[in-house]
């Protein structure tokens, strides 16, 4: 059997690739990964007029055949028949924005030259239009020698005229590939200013909406206002929206795991299938509204053309941490969860820039921090008030927030002059025209968004809760002996406690680590459950579990492990996507390495210092 | 090139938002390698028109430039690479 004929749609970033590549195939795609490289390989299929099926792959944007970035360097690659796991196209669809030929063209005269069977769809016509611009389509196919069709990918317009070209291409005997030297970078730039020039029948000033947006979005005063608005927005909605779905998988997780409890007899396997799969799946797929809510925020931003002015905007604070303002939403969406935050960093160009900000965006608190803060500090901080309106829990909670974020800027300045030095860290990117985003190219976005974390991270959340379950479970505890204790997490704990003892922690603390692994919350149930089993009446069990925490611990050892929080890679579900992200181990555990000797430092200069002082 | 005058040129980090100019010359080998192929394929080359349009709100950095229909954001030391003339 011979493989579908496979065509490339291929293009500069933001001409409008993506919209075209989802018109033609629809929400039917694929979307995998090259190999050996974190960049996503989208393909679908396309059913020509005749029946015969084709695929469709959609390289990532270029500006030419010389790479500046990684994703580029794959559409180079599968272009040229050299990209591993990928045959070369038979095709090819060039996209250009019709507003921007003079650049868009210069990466069209290369792709013409590499002779493959090629079709340039003219994309945007319409916005070309509305800008006063007048095309002449006809001249261009003259001067470029092959068809040219004019569309409107988010309209829907030319998609049948450009799906009967491809027809007819394919349908035509296959010419063989001619071998010519390929053209200087800059003579084909200068050979698209001049086929750009001679296809342009009229045109008026350039871009007048964006121009006037921007002079509003990228005001020196009133452009970061609006910046601080829209992200004050993503934020509210992020924990506001979120919270009545959580409480549906909730009960959802309940229900199920009330159910499980009735059909499976107790024992082993009802508690790896109540405790283990679903306690540990339900404990992560509760951050999935949270998740898609952020993406959908990020997905917009992206679409209208805001996400780079919001770069633009933030660039120069990034710089002085030695990052780029790409690193600024990645970043700030790690406040929510470092999981999403991570993914984000895949718009960021520079992998060295990438890689120091996956690096540092655990040190962003995100929201499973908050049940462990807001526990210890109602348990040990005062409810007293500091100043006018500034009570002292809440400027405690407002320090762990800035901890974190001053342990992210040094984290990050550290790494960019050691293990990530070099490689520019420049800001270069295009301001594209603003757009009003298209809900199923949204739609589209968020279910892949969504079925990457579900099942990437997914099953190694799955095995690492079955793992956790196992080890808190073996050997089963004999009559009137705590189950924990007798676990082989138990005994892990006697471990974890000669280290950390050290540090202040004590042997509640060493037995809740390990189980928080699987989400940092944990930590509170772990230590609920420790004390529920170790209270000796009933009245005991029934105090609230601040009340009780206040006895055993000293305010020394409390500080240290909030600032053990602030720091420790407690989440399995972080490393998991760091490893899917990075592509490699090697990442992930310089992560856990680096973020718990930071955790064990910093915890500890807290309880020691705490100590001195007498507290 | 071969122009017959050339007004003095000013490097585009000095040109004023606003200010239409002409690439004179970019001094490539100030630049890294990828550095120097962005700046190529956003269409930086001698007697193209650029206009610096934005500045960033902290310290005047990046900078918003239009270069022939397109706009892009670039750093205030790259943009010390590129000499313009102010002539057309």
Redesign the interface.
């Known amino acids: 059997m011979n493989p579908l004929p496979l065509v490339a749609v291929a293009g500069s970033p933001n001409a409008g690739k993506s919209a075209l590549f989802n018109a033609l195939t629809g929400a039917r795609q694929k979307v995998g990964n090259y190999p050996g490289v974190t960049v996503e390989r989208h393909s679908g299929r396309l059913t020509l007029a005749d029946g015969r099926p084709l695929e469709l792959v959609d390289l990532p944007g270029a500006?030419?055949l010389?790479?500046?970035?990684p994703d580029e360097a794959v559409t180079r690659d599968v272009l040229l028949g050299k990209q591993k796991g990928e045959r070369q196209p038979d095709a090819l669809v060039i996209v250009v924005d019709a507003?921007?030929?003079?650049?868009h063209l210069?990466f069209a005269l290369q792709l013409i030259e590499l002779g493959l069977p090629t079709i340039v769809a003219l994309n945007m016509i319409d916005l070309a239009r509305r800008d006063g611009l007048e095309l002449d389509a006809k001249r261009l196919e003259a001067e470029l020698g092959i068809p040219v069709i004019e569309t409107v990918a988010v309209r829907k317009r030319g998609i049948a005229e450009l799906r009967s070209a491809l027809d007819d291409m394919l349908s035509a005997p296959a010419r063989a590939l001619t071998e010519r030297a390929p053209s200087e970078?800059?003579q084909l730039?200068?050979r698209a200013?001049d086929i750009a020039k001679s296809a342009v029948v009229s045109e008026s000033p350039?871009?007048r909406w964006?121009?006037l947006l921007?002079g509003v979005l990228?005001h020196?005063?009133v452009?970061?206002v609006i910046l601080a608005a829209v992200l004050f927005i993503m934020f509210q909605a992020v924990f506001a929206w979120s919270e009545v779905p959580i409480g549906w998988i909730e009960s959802g997780m309940a229900l199920l795991a009330e159910g499980a409890t009735n059909v499976i007899p107790d024992g082993l396997l009802r508690s790896l299938v109540v405790d283990g799969v679903i306690g540990g799946v339900g404990a992560v797929v509760v951050f999935l509204p949270q998740i898609l809510i952020l993406f959908l925020f990020i997905l917009l931003l992206e679409a209208s053309g805001y996400m780079?002015r919001a770069?633009?905007?933030m660039?120069?604070?990034m710089?002085g941490a030695g990052l780029s303002?790409r690193a600024f939403i990645p970043l700030l969406s790690s406040f929510a969860c470092a999981v999403p935050g991570i993914m984000a960093t895949r718009t960021i160009d520079?992998p060295k820039d990438r890689l120091t900000t996956i690096l540092v965006a655990p040190l962003m608190t995100c929201s499973a921090r908050l049940p462990v803060y807001t526990l210890i500090i109602a348990a040990f901080i005062p409810d007293r008030s500091v100043g006018p309106g500034i009570g002292l829990q809440g400027l405690v909670m407002f320090g762990l927030y800035v901890t974190g974020v001053a342990g992210a800027l040094l984290a990050a300045l550290a790494l960019r002059r050691t293990i990530t030095r070099g490689?520019?860290g420049?800001?270069?990117?295009?301001?594209p025209k603003y757009q009003m985003p298209r809900a199923k190219d949204v739609v589209i976005g968020l279910y892949q968004r969504a079925m990457i974390f579900l099942k990437r991270a997914g099953t190694i959340i799955l095995g690492t809760t079955i793992l956790l379950w196992a080890l808190a479970s073996f050997p089963p505890a004999k009559p009137g002996e705590s189950q924990i204790e007798a676990s082989i997490a138990g005994k892990i704990a006697n471990g974890i406690e000669v280290v950390v003892r050290p540090i202040g922690f004590n042997r509640d603390i060493s037995l809740a680590l390990l189980p928080a692994m699987a989400a940092r919350e944990v930590a509170v149930s772990a230590i609920a459950t420790v004390y529920s089993i170790d209270a000796s009446d009933e009245e005991a069990a029934q105090a609230p579990l601040a009340e009780r925490l206040q006895g055993r611990w000293s305010l020394a050892t409390a500080l240290a492990f909030l600032v053990w929080f602030v720091f420790a890679p407690q989440c399995i579900s972080t490393i998991a996507v760091t490893r899917r992200e990075t592509n490699s181990w090697r990442w992930p555990l310089f992560m856990v390495g680096y973020l718990f000797a930071l955790a064990y430092i910093a915890a500890g200069a807290t309880y020691w210092t705490a100590v001195a002082l007498g507290l | 090139m071969n122009a017959p005058f050339q007004p003095e040129s000013i490097s585009l980090d000095q040109l004023k938002v606003g200010t239409r100019a002409s690439i004179a010359s970019v001094d490539w080998a100030s630049l890294e390698e990828s550095e120097a192929a962005r700046l190529r394929h956003f269409g930086f080359d001698e007697g193209v028109s650029v206009e610096p349009l934005h500045l960033g709100p902290f310290g005047r950095d990046p900078l918003a430039i239009r270069v022939g229909r397109m706009t892009v954001a670039i750093r205030r030391s790259h943009a010390r690479a590129v000499r313009v003339n102010l002539s057309a």
């Open positions: 500006y030419s010389d790479p500046a970035s507003s921007n030929l003079d650049n210069r970078l800059i730039q200068r200013r350039v871009r964006t121009h921007d990228l020196p005063v452009g970061p780079v770069a633009f905007l660039d120069k604070l710089h303002g520079n490689g520019g420049g800001f270069m990117m295009e301001l």
